[in-house]
């Protein structure tokens, strides 16, 4: 690919070599190998080397995304910090900048060749909203999922299963699973397949991250991190600047 794929927003320079899975998130102390599954861009799980870049973004649209790959690497270093048994603290941080970055990530997998052997482009819909120029429409992006990613190790990384569903034109690309260091987040682009996934239609994944069923929250308030030793840590997430707590109240964010 030698086309930018937000190149419908128009003003693209030269392409980035951008990193498919935002460096971000691989900086917070770990050897960090991406897992794509399901795709055979990775053989057998294995990272290739310089199979992490690509050319699917132009210089201006990936510096425009950077704000996106800030929030990745704050989630990152997060998880990296609550690995110590005594870190007590709760992170909080825009929904929305984590559903773009999410969708980005899905974006640049498909624009990589990493979801299957044909390259996807995004609607312009889509784009705009990752670039923040329109919302995300009502049950596309962000899901936080029950569980762990079953592929996680101490040493942490990214692992990524798109998922795809058959329509009368091929299969087509709808979502993706992208396991941050264990934690799953599912990227839907399409506003029911969450339910339908909970339903069975891809019946090996209703048990791959958790025994008690596969369950998904859309845009959820805080995502908790269960941890092997000390109490549970919180990521909030405000939406349309509010974060909501458990006892009902609220506070805008971020505060400025
Ligand atoms: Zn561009």
Known sequence: MKRCWASTLGRCDTMSGEHVISSAIFKAGCSCPIIVEGVQRIRNGAPTYGAEKSNI????????LSPLDRVAGKVASFQAESNEENFEDTLYIEGELLERWLLKTVVNAAAAGWTGSAKWLPSAEIVNAIFGKQKVPNGYGLYSVD????KHRSSGGASFIPIHLPTSEGAILVGAYVNVHGMPLFASFHDDLAHRLESGSIPE???HFSESGLKHLYRPGAIVINRQKGKSVIIGLSWDGLLKFADGTTTTFPRD
Do not use: K
Not at 57 to 64: A, K, P
Not at 147 to 150: F, K, L, M, Q, T
């Open 57 to 64: 973004l132009c210089r201006h649209h990936n510096s425009l």
């Open 205 to 207: 994944l209703l048990t």
């Open 147 to 150: 569980g762990i990613d079953p």
